[in-house]
């Protein structure tokens, strides 16, 4: 804990609980997503928003000025992140294709467990931030900072360059609000950013990711189809909604595929080690998503078998990635799904 957070919290009395659930709570959700950002991690940002709620709590009572609630609950969720940061192993949580170059080889099943990844996120946990029309200032909406892709590209700058990122890009705050809220100089946190975009721009040459269009006919068709192939097990159709050289990845698996011809070749290895599967359609990171469940053996349940985050480009589907068990067991629990369904 900052040592003002700790002194505050040891001269204050208690705050009013319910004065500081009115004004604190209302931010939860987008502090949330903020430590998303931050972490690459679903369960680290809700450790984190508990952290920032405690921290909060603890020193509301020597907050001078209420009206800036927001900015005093940023500044601490960023603190915690970075404490959060500091401890980990690993700083950067990645998607495979961010290690290695892609195989042709089919995986021994054994996870990468010495490799931290990133995780997916509930479109749910999105549906009461209102931002779809960010600050004039901002770059980036929030459906849009919170892409599988955007995420990945994130976990590669430093810290301080991701919070500064953040703040201005996608809050759209000034150099000058963010300085203040980090306790930088105006002229690093402006340093900071061109550092982070010029980063960014190696992923986005275009200055920022591609605008996520809502779903068209054309596109539910296309999802309907993934869906069918899936339960039928048809590598063929699947093959077809892909785009050339779309990637396929499966973390905590390492291995990663490029190209119909590849992802052809793994489909059909995989399919048969399978009866059946049962596709439920949700969002994750405001893209396209299902969870999927597996069976080996007719008549058995269906049990959890991944997390399927899915990215289109000209109509095609050009990015799968599949978060599969272990770690696909935590976001089923994330999404508040079911491990097991039955008929």
Partial sequence: MPTSELAASTTTPAPDDRTFAGLAEPF????????YRMLGSFHEAEDA?????????????????????????????????????????HARRVLPQQRAPATHEMPDGVPAADVAWLEPYPDTELSRVADDAPDP????????????AFIAALQQLPPRQ?????????????AAETAALLGASTAAVNSALQRSRETLAKRYPAGR?????????????????????????DVNALVMLLKEDAVYAMPPLPQWYRGRVSIAAFFNWAFRLYD?????????????????????????PWT???????????????????????D????????????????
């Fill in 49 to 89: 928003v508990q952290d920032t709620y405690l921290r909060a709590w603890r020193s509301f009572g020597a907050l001078d000025n209420r009206s800036s609630i927001k900015a005093w609950l940023y500044r601490i969720a960023t603190n915690v992140c970075f404490d959060a940061l500091a401890r980990r192993r």
């Fill in 28 to 35: 939860r959700r987008e502090l949330k997503a903020h430590c």
């Fill in 276 to 300: 059946s599967f049962r596709m439920t359609p949700i969002g994750a990171n405001g893209q396209p998503a299902f969870a999927a469940y597996a069976r080996a053996t007719a008549g058995e």
């Fill in 162 to 174: 991701r919070a500064v990122l953040m703040l201005c890009d996608v809050l759209g705050w000034s």
């Fill in 209 to 233: 990711a591609p605008a996520q269009e809502r779903p068209t006919g054309a596109q539910e068709d296309l999802l309907g189809r993934y869906m069918r192939a899936w339960e039928r097990l």
């Fill in 304 to 326: 959890a078998h991944s997390i399927q985050v899915l990215e289109f480009e000209a109509g095609a589907i050009s990015g799968l990635t599949l978060f599969a068990k272990p």
């Fill in 328 to 343: 696909s067991l935590r976001s089923f629990a994330a999404f508040e799904l079911p491990l097991v369904v039955s008929d």
């Fill in 137 to 148: 200032e901002a770059r980036y909406s929030t459906r849009e900072a919170v892409r599988l």
